[in-house]
């Protein structure tokens, strides 16, 4: 069945006393909603963060996740945490193909497939996110429906059925992220049912009906709902709103 899903990308934001903060009272909020089986409350936290906000979310309510996560097992890479590394830790979920990783990061569907495949291989489930640039909406339907399409094809849809039941799709336009701009819920709804109608040539039509794919793009409490509504649309990767445990609160209450 089709997970509903709210996901908190604190990026690199709070000290780690702030970061426990919000996470205990994200934590509390879940606990108190008693939410539905299938609606999920994710939160992604910076790596340094994991650990204390591990000992203090109800895991039962909340799942953590990060933010990335190496291309490589282990070994001579310096600064990099390997997804077994997080699954130490109590990580359940990794954010991978963000538009800032692969922006300044410089990372593409070569180094994020083995990403993907570290992290299934250590039982995390992917948040994957695709999207196009400002230009590439602006060049019109067919190419941006082409650069979402290639994101997908050159590393999810190379996967096996199983595999790809562990993968979320974020669709996160790039112009939307952090800029104030958000896609209309019409034009989200229309990249979700791309998605959608991709994943079901790809994987076959249960496969695609059961495939969770979230927005993301400066969603708040003031536009949730109506993107949230639209019917492919399963809830949504929040960046600057789940900075604050109110706003992250209306937000999954929107759907
Ligand atoms: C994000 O970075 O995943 C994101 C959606 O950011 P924001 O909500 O701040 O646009």
């Not at 429906?145 to 290639?150: D, G, P, Q, S, T």
């Not at 994943?199 to 409490?221: M, R």
Request: a neutral charge; charged letters at 25%; one cysteine or more.
């Amino acid at each position: 069945m089709r997970k509903l899903i709210v996901a908190g990308n604190w990026k690199m934001n709070t000290s780690v006393a702030e970061g426990v903060e919000l996470a205990k009272k994200v934590s509390a909020y879940a606990q108190q909603k008693n939410l539905p089986a299938g609606k999920q409350i994710v939160i992604a936290p910076p790596f340094t963060h994991l650990a204390p906000v591990a000992g203090v979310i109800d895991a039962n309510k909340v799942i953590l996740a990060a933010q990335d996560c190496a291309a490589t097992k282990n070994g001579a890479y310096t600064g990099e945490v390997s997804a077994s590394m997080l699954k130490g830790l109590g990580v359940k979920a990794v954010i991978l193909g963000h538009s800032e990783r692969r922006q300044y990061f410089k990372e593409n569907s070569e180094i994020l497939l083995k990403k993907i495949k570290l992290a299934l291989e250590e039982g995390l489930d992917v948040i994957f996110c695709v999207g196009e640039t400002k230009d590439q909406r602006e060049a019109g339907a067919n190419l941006y429906f082409n650069v979402i399409k290639a994101q997908l094809v050159d590393t999810v849809f190379t996967l096996t059925k199983e595999e790809f039941a562990k993968i979320v799709i974020a669709y996160e336009p790039v112009w939307a992220i952090g800029t104030g701009l958000t896609a209309t819920p019409e034009q989200a709804q229309e990249i979700h049912e791309f998605i959608r109608k991709e994943v079901a040539a790809n994987f076959g039509a249960q496969v695609a009906e059961d495939t969770t794919i979230l927005y993301g793009g400066s969603c708040k409490p003031s536009n949730a709902a109506e993107i949230f509504a639209k019917k492919d649309v399963d809830g949504g990767l929040i960046g600057g709103a789940a900075l604050k445990a109110e706003d992250f609160g209306k937000i999954i209450d929107a759907r």
